[in-house]
């Protein structure tokens, strides 16, 4: 084991990990602002130097590794005023717009220059006032005025998305993360998943925020009806910006505050994720039985749909036709409830609740409006936005009373909720095919080898004649890996589900940013928690997907679900 000391009191390790990792395991404070658990340590803010009994040089602790015999303190004058000079050399490069800084509140810089009280004397440098403001993209926007070079956001980009839109250029105080050419993000093949603003430790990249629009439309609603729809990832991370745990359920809590904020109608883009299933079984069943193009791709995730039309277009006859489930409910909620509730659709705003930032720019699709030219959804916030929404309206959050969805378009099944982890999808799209080709329920209801964190999931299912063969994608850097060995014909599948974010949507860009490092596994128990306790499981079982096929759809695939329900591509 190896022996060593913090502060003066005794520990022992007997695997090996940093100063950082084993400060944090006994609960001992250690600044940080570059690092983040799932994230590579780079040791480039200087908040973490720790004294140690080796020489006099102070040590990163994030990239320091435990040595046996080593005497460390993280609490000396000395390592308090290294804390204290650093932060103040960081304010001075930095934009302190606190006031109107989307991560006012939830900041690290702003924590840490609280909890050191940190004075602002340095000199302002002002050579670094990169004045550029990008807001070029509907989902984020970027002030590099605010960067505080931690690299989080290049190597969110890079390592784990595999994108390299994002790529730190100069030195110094000149140094800053840029687009190739410097163009604005929208002009770069970025996706919008987010995960740069996810990690980014202070505001300098934030999702395009719709708050204000949003309080604006719910404060003089001039006779419109205001409604809202959550997306299933949305319900096990909210509760984490009101304190509460990564998993902990608070569906119930999230509509009552909803309503408290005064929307008009609750209701679930789970119902349109059990639709999903109705309509893309349909169509995977199809193609598999009339020669159809096979793989056929899910289209839910908007952050692959831009992927695959701007970087893979030769596999846009591959993706399902299907909206996602925000562009179903959207495109339901316009063009037939108004009506059956006899208002028209422009006098309708439908604010939708996604743990995506991409999801901002998915409502924007000229293919998603309604016949006279509107947008079908008018409001995508992230999660994070609702929260603050919700905390800017003084809503007391934790002591609401469960609220439910309004009906129909808020009933779902286990199987709708699961879309939020990876391989969500696939599984709630076996349960429903399986038992409407081979007419009989699946084997096992929990379909596991489709679950976890594995990059590329491959499974077998014997399914009547063929063996059914299914792959499941997550995390951008693994869905170009995929599709080079698609390309190479080194795999062969008829059925992938891709998801952009690691995890799935509850690994999404717009999610609250959390630094604990199982988050993820944590969202994704509260999931599989929900589709548990649900009596309804399998999305064919939904009694008002079942009603809306006989009032007004029909039947999967007609002519009235081609119309609402789904869409096309651009190449
Ligand atoms: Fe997802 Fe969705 S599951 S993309 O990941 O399909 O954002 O949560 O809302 O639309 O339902 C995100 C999450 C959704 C959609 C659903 C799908
Ligand atoms: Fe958005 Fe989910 Fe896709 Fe991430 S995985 S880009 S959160 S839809």
């Not at 679900?561 to 651009?570: A, F, I, M, P």
């Amino acid at each position: 084991a190896i022996k060593f000391t913090i502060n003066n009191k005794k520990y022992e390790s007997t695997t090996a990990k940093t100063i950082l990792e084993a400060c944090r395991e006994n609960d001992i404070y250690v600044p940080t602002l570059c690092y983040h658990p799932m994230l590579e340590p780079v040791g480039k803010c200087r908040l973490c130097l720790v004294e140690t009994n080796y020489g006099g040089k102070m040590v990163p602790a994030c990239v320091t590794d435990l040595s046996n015999g080593i005497e460390i303190t993280t609490n000396s004058p000395r390592v308090v005023n290294s804390v204290k000079s650093n932060l103040g050399l960081i304010l001075a490069t930095h934009n302190q717009e606190c006031t109107s800084c989307e991560a006012n509140g939830r900041c690290e810089l702003q924590d840490l220059v609280y909890r050191y009280g940190v004075e602002d004397k340095f000199p302002k440098i002002f050579e670094k006032s990169h004045n550029m403001v990008d807001s070029s993209s509907p989902s984020l926007i970027r002030d590099m005025d605010k960067c505080v070079l931690c690299n989080r956001c290049v190597q969110a980009c890079s390592l784990l998305q595999g994108m390299d839109i994002l790529s730190m250029t100069g030195r110094g105080v000149h140094a800053i993360p840029k687009t190739a050419f410097d163009s604005p993000i929208k002009e770069t093949e970025c996706i919008n998943c987010g995960a740069c603003s996810f990690y980014c430790p202070v505001g300098a990249i934030a999702e395009h925020s719709a708050v204000r629009r949003t309080l604006d439309v719910l404060e003089n609603k001039n006779g419109k009806i205001v409604v809202f729809q959550t997306a299933p990832a949305t319900r096990v991370a909210i509760s984490e910006e009101f304190g509460m745990e990564p998993g902990d359920i608070s569906t119930g809590k999230m509509v009552a505050a909803i309503r408290e904020l005064g929307a008009d109608m609750v209701f679930d883009t789970n119902f349109t994720a059990d639709l999903t299933i109705m309509e893309e079984g349909s169509e995977l069943l199809d193609r598999v039985a009339n020669g159809g193009t096979l793989p056929m791709f899910t289209s839910c995730c908007p952050g692959w749909i831009n992927m695959v039309e701007k970087l893979y277009p030769e596999f846009i006859p591959n993706l399902s036709s299907c909206r996602s489930p925000q562009g179903m409910l959207s495109s339901i909620i316009k063009n037939h409830w108004a009506e059956k509730m006899g208002v028209k659709p422009e006098d309708v705003i439908v604010v939708s609740v996604m743990p995506c930032t991409a999801k901002k720019d998915e409502a924007r699709r000229e293919e998603l409006k309604t016949d006279s030219g509107i947008p079908e959804t008018d409001i995508v916030l992230t999660t994070r936005e609702l929260g603050r929404l919700i905390k800017l309206k003084k809503v007391p959050f934790l002591s609401l009373k469960d609220s439910k969805y309004n009906n129909p378009l808020g009933e779902s099944t286990g199987a709708a909720v699961i879309f939020g982890n990876t391989g969500g999808v696939m599984e709630a799209a076996l349960r429903t095919a399986y038992e409407i080709a081979l007419k009989k329920p699946m084997p096992t209801l929990n379909y596991t080898p489709v679950r976890g964190f594995e990059g590329i999931k491959e499974a077998t299912i014997p399914f009547g004649e063929i063996d059914l063969k299914v792959a499941v994608v997550h995390q951008a850097s693994n869905i170009r890996n995929y599709l080079k060995k698609l390309k190479n014909g080194e795999v062969e599948h008829h059925f992938v589900e891709f998801m952009i974010c690691k995890g799935g949507c509850i690994g999404g860009g717009g999610e609250p940013k959390s630094l604990k490092s199982d988050y993820l596994e944590r969202r994704m128990k509260g999931i599989y928690d929900i589709d548990e306790r649900k009596t309804t499981r399998k999305s064919h079982e939904n009694q008002a997907v079942q009603q809306i096929y006989e009032q007004f759809f029909e039947k999967p695939l007609s002519h009235k679900s081609h119309k609402l329900l789904h869409t096309h591509y651009k190449d």
